[in-house]
């Protein structure tokens, strides 16, 4: 197995300071979350960001940096203009909703494409200066397109890999991009470009000869002289990782907790970074109208949504958050009473055990994103599971709903729609979750993460290099 040189904007762990203690936290996210485990395995290097370390003292940053590196994480720190102008700026208030669909939201000047372009440049130097002839290199995400093309004009031989983990939208929604051109070059660079789901890969098909001529085969296209493979690689989860927490006799008791505290009520549960893609409003409003419209579940539901802090000095996610806010008032104003409030929100990261917990404590979870490129909580939901309980409810605009065929499909934009399948999901007999629950249990477990690294992988490694590295010493 060749050493792994991990590059992605965010590393697996960010900085936390607390009066004047440096730590390292687990960041959120798919991406982080899911390579974490092939990282630790794998014994390479992870280039990427750790966070904004601006009001670090010397000695602070040099601890910190003493624990990156025994976490085998190199870190490439961001200053503060660019965080603005290529996090916040092109990466987040122009990809991120160009990718989602959400054109509207897109600024109406793109201002930061020149920091964007430099950032990726210096992903490339520091990643090229790391790299050691052999290596395979996993580049990942949005923030990255073009990193794959600076690495293959700085080295010709090395193999790439590039992995998208939002959807790729439709070449009608990519096309309206300014720097279409540039950034399909860049994503050229490399040997294999991966995608969630089928359906990316032809929109990324459609966006190349769209904008740049190319014809594809099914799998490849030929690029400046080389042969680019594309693919399908679904991403999974830890799924054994989380089925071992679920049963843990802590996660246990904290279920027993949980579930004490809401006798003779039912559980509905919603995870997410507080992200506009993820469609929290109209989660909120078909709740609202499962208690509109049944008198009966007053006080006898109650919906737990816990929302990660994400992106917060992006205007339309404060924006966002205040949505959230006011909606969750309305909500517990209109139908909450003197010992209880329908809609429990918390604005904050959990850790893993306290996740299990709530995936195993709930009825129904509600996975209701607007568009996901896969969305990595319906599988964690499900391996937390060994009970075989509990019902999912998930979006058919996120990638996973392609896999996950035994969950309850809902169109998020339908509130009503929403309300009905929330409805059904609490009436839904055992003798139907348990078999659905099981089913999906199977494929989370079959096609988990390292099933997903594997087959990248070895996929990369199936394509020949254009020229063989030399053999060192
Ligand atoms: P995205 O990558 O867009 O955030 P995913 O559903 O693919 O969406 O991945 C989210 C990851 O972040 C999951 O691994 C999930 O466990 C984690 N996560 C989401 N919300 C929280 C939270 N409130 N606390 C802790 N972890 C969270
Ligand atoms: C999604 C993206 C990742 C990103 C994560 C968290 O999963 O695909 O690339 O790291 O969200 O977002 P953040 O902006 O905090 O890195």
Redesign the pocket.
């Known amino acids: 197995m060749p050493r792994l040189l991990l590059v992605s904007n965010r590393l697996p762990v960010t900085v936390k300071t607390e009066k004047d203690q440096v730590s390292v936290v687990r960041s ?4 982080a ?1 899911g390579l974490s485990g092939p990282h630790e395995r794998s014994g390479g290097l992870w280039v990427g960001w750790p966070g904004d370390v601006s009001r670090l003292s010397q000695a602070q940053r040099a601890k910190l940096e003493e624990q990156l590196a025994g976490l085998r994480c190199v870190p490439l720190y961001l200053s503060a203009s660019e965080v603005s102008r290529f996090y916040e700026g092109y990466s987040n208030r122009v990809l991120w909703p160009l990718c989602h669909y959400l054109l509207e939201r897109v600024p109406r000047q793109d201002r930061d494409w020149d920091s964007y372009v430099k950032v990726n440049e210096r992903f490339a130097e520091l990643a090229a200066s790391h790299y050691q002839p052999g290596d395979t290199i996993w580049v990942h995400d949005y923030q990255l397109m073009l990193v794959p093309g600076l690495l293959r004009k700085r080295l010709p031989e090395a193999r790439i890999g590039f992995f998208h983990h939002i959807p790729f939208p439709s070449s009608e929604i990519f096309r309206t991009l300014p720097r279409r051109e540039a950034l399909v070059r860049g994503l050229l660079g490399a040997d294999l470009v991966g995608f969630h789901t089928t359906s990316y890969v032809h929109h990324f098909s459609n966006t190349m000869l769209q904008v740049l001529g190319l014809e594809t085969e099914v799998d490849h296209v030929t690029y400046e002289g080389r042969t680019v493979h594309l693919g399908a690689f679904p991403m999974g989860i830890d799924a054994e990782a989380f089925d071992r927490l679920a049963r843990e006799p802590g996660t246990l008791e904290e279920v027993k907790v949980l579930r004490e505290r809401a006798v003779g009520q039912r559980l509905l549960v919603g ?3 507080l ?1 506009y893609t993820k469609g929290i409003p109209r989660r909120l409003l078909a709740v609202q109208r499962v208690l509109e419209r049944e008198p009966s579940l007053r006080g006898r539901l109650r919906f737990i949504q ?3 802090p994400s992106r917060t000095q992006v205007e339309d996610y404060a924006a966002y958050r205040e949505q959230v806010d006011e909606l969750v008032g309305r909500i517990n104003g209109l139908y909450g009473n003197m010992h209880n409030v329908p809609v429990h929100y918390l604005y ?3 850790n893993e055990r306290q ?1 299990a917990a709530l995936y195993r404590g709930a009825d129904v979870m509600l996975v209701t994103p607007i568009r ?1 490129g ?4 319906a599988k ?1 939901f499900c391996a937390a599971r060994p009970d075989e309980d509990g019902v999912l409810l998930l979006s058919e605009f996120a990638g996973a709903a392609n896999e996950l065929c035994e969950a309850t499909f809902v169109n998020p934009y339908d509130v009503e729609g929403m309300a009905d399948a929330i409805l059904k999901a609490l009436d839904m007999p055992a003798s139907e979750r348990q078999p659905r629950m099981r089913a999906l249990r199977e494929r989370v477990k079959a096609h988990d993460v390292h099933w997903w690294v594997g087959r990248f992988l070895d996929t990369l490694q199936a394509i020949p290099t254009p020229v063989k590295p030399q053999a060192s010493g």
């Open positions: 959120a996210g798919g991406l979350t995870v997410d970074r992200d816990v929302a990660v904050r990261s959990l996740l996901d896969m969305n990595l909580v964690e």
